[in-house]
């Protein structure tokens, strides 16, 4: 079947009609903001481990898939244009593959979504006992549970009333505040490095092959965005001008996670930790900086990634429902969400192992694999041979760095165990 016919015919169940369509009021600059804020997170603190893992030569895995996400990024830009009426990540695979297309997305797409909020609620209780060694006095216990996890379960109620919120300028308020609590971390770890008398001179080998699928899924993690990109498209007031924010989004962010690789893995060495902040020494007033903005950004990402699965559970609904029927129950599905969050979070408290896992089980999927496919699908009568060759010989070569991959972070997780 064509998909042209896909989208005329089945696709009503995912978008009604042209007069749906949001109005767009970003800007390029704007755009560029967002892109960054998309891709800017907390896979930067686990680039040094990486480096130092993988040894330096990884860093050309890191900006290649920087420059593969920029580019798949661009192939989501092609598909969102052949329709005003697609608005999501899920509509894209809707009009590439039917309903198993849009199954298959929202799948990937709320499977990253979870494992990444798991990533950063362990992350949130790393940071926290860091941060209570200093407070050897301060005591919470709930259900047998240490202060930190205790104070992470407290975190996660406080974030709740978050999930519950349907005004986007509400959200891209929260969003905002993630993005400055990143680049608050990048400029502490710099600020280290210069006046926190460290040297930076720790060795680090070329290249060790034998970790390089276990870190691997660390680096594709830092290119997970691709879910939002829709959002970032059907916002911008000239989309003709996409791929080029696209590009230059993911060079700037490329750059920066880089040097943040390398000056993070000279400074601490082969003792660095799959955080990098929680390497930092205990006494600077930077430490302290770095270890509460890496605590609250977490709180900032709830918000974001449960906006797939609520959304689709709200696109569900009844369309003759009231509205504060709906609300009700898109926050309580987000919120139990969360909590579910919570439970495995404390139950797998590996972060670097659950991070490598989310790149490589799901996030390769998301923003490389599945944009290909879909390309090849929706303008198949147009590409080429050579083109479709090289597309194919990707979507290969991903497929095995995703399954070795997961593979290596599974085993890794056993151990742990």
């Known amino acids: 079947m064509d998909s042209t016919t896909y989208l005329l015919s089945d696709y009503k169940d995912?978008?009604?009609?042209?007069?749906?369509?949001?109005?767009?009021?970003?800007?390029?600059?704007?755009?560029?903001?967002?892109m960054m804020g998309l891709l800017i997170g907390l896979g930067q603190l686990s680039t040094a481990y990486a480096l130092q893992t993988g040894g330096w030569a990884s860093a050309f895995i890191l900006c290649g898939l920087f420059m593969l996400?920029?580019?798949?990024?661009?192939?989501?830009?092609?598909?969102?244009a052949t329709d005003v009426r697609l608005k999501s990540y899920a509509d894209i695979g809707h009009v590439a593959f039917g309903r198993k297309g849009r199954y298959i997305s929202l799948f990937f797409v709320n499977m990253e979504s979870?494992?990444?909020?798991?990533?950063?609620?362990?992350?949130?209780?790393?940071?926290?006992?860091?941060?209570?060694?200093?407070?050897?006095?301060f005591h919470v216990s709930f259900f047998s549970l240490s202060t930190a996890q205790s104070l992470t379960v407290i975190a996660i109620i406080v974030s709740i009333p978050s999930v519950w919120l349907r005004n986007l300028n509400s959200i891209s308020f929260i969003s905002t505040l993630g993005i400055l609590l990143s680049f608050l971390i990048c400029g502490v770890l710099i600020c280290t490095c210069f006046f926190g008398g460290i040297i930076a001179n720790k060795p680090i080998q070329v290249f060790r092959i034998n970790n390089i699928f276990s870190v691997s899924g660390l680096y594709i993690f830092n290119i997970?965005?691709?879910?939002?990109?829709?959002?970032?498209?059907?916002?911008?007031?000239?989309?003709?001008?996409?791929?080029?924010?696209?590009?230059?989004?993911?060079?700037?962010?490329?750059?920066?996670?880089?040097?943040?690789?390398?000056?993070?893995?000279?400074?601490?060495?082969?003792?660095?930790?799959?955080?990098?902040?929680?390497?930092?020494?205990?006494?600077?007033?930077?430490?302290?900086?770095?270890?509460?903005?890496?605590i609250i950004t977490p709180m900032t990402k709830y918000v974001f990634f449960t906006v797939p699965m609520a959304s689709e559970v709200e696109h569900h609904l009844p369309a003759k429902m009231l509205l504060w029927k709906?609300?009700?129950?898109?926050?309580?599905?987000?919120?139990?969400?969360?909590?579910?969050?919570?439970?495995?979070?404390?139950?797998?408290?590996?972060?670097?192992?659950?991070?490598g896992l989310t790149g490589s089980l799901v996030s390769i999927f998301v923003s490389v694999i599945l944009p290909i496919a879909f390309y090849l699908r929706i303008f198949r009568k147009t590409i080429t041979l050579a083109s479709l060759v090289i597309h194919l010989i990707i979507i290969a070569t991903c497929l095995v760095i995703g399954i070795t991959g997961t593979i290596s972070n599974v085993r890794s997780m056993i151990n742990h165990y």
């Open 14 to 34: 995912s978008t009604t009609s042209v007069h749906d369509v949001p109005v767009a009021t970003s800007t390029s600059f704007t755009a560029l903001l967002n």
């Open 69 to 80: 996400g920029a580019y798949t990024s661009h192939l989501l830009g092609l598909c969102l």
């Open 114 to 137: 979870f494992m990444a909020l798991v990533s950063f609620t362990i992350s949130m209780t790393d940071h926290l006992t860091r941060v209570l060694d200093g407070y050897r006095n």
């Open 224 to 294: 997970a965005s691709h879910m939002a990109i829709p959002d970032v498209y059907k916002s911008m007031v000239d989309p003709t001008a996409f791929s080029t924010i696209s590009f230059l989004s993911f060079g700037v962010v490329s750059a920066l996670y880089t040097v943040l690789a390398f000056l993070g893995a000279k400074m601490f060495g082969p003792g660095v930790s799959s955080q990098v902040t929680l390497s930092m020494p205990k006494h600077l007033i930077f430490t302290q900086i770095a270890l509460w903005a890496a």
């Open 326 to 355: 709906k609300t009700v129950i898109r926050g309580a599905a987000g919120s139990i969400f969360l909590l579910v969050v919570l439970v495995i979070a404390i139950t797998i408290p590996f972060f670097e192992t659950v991070l």
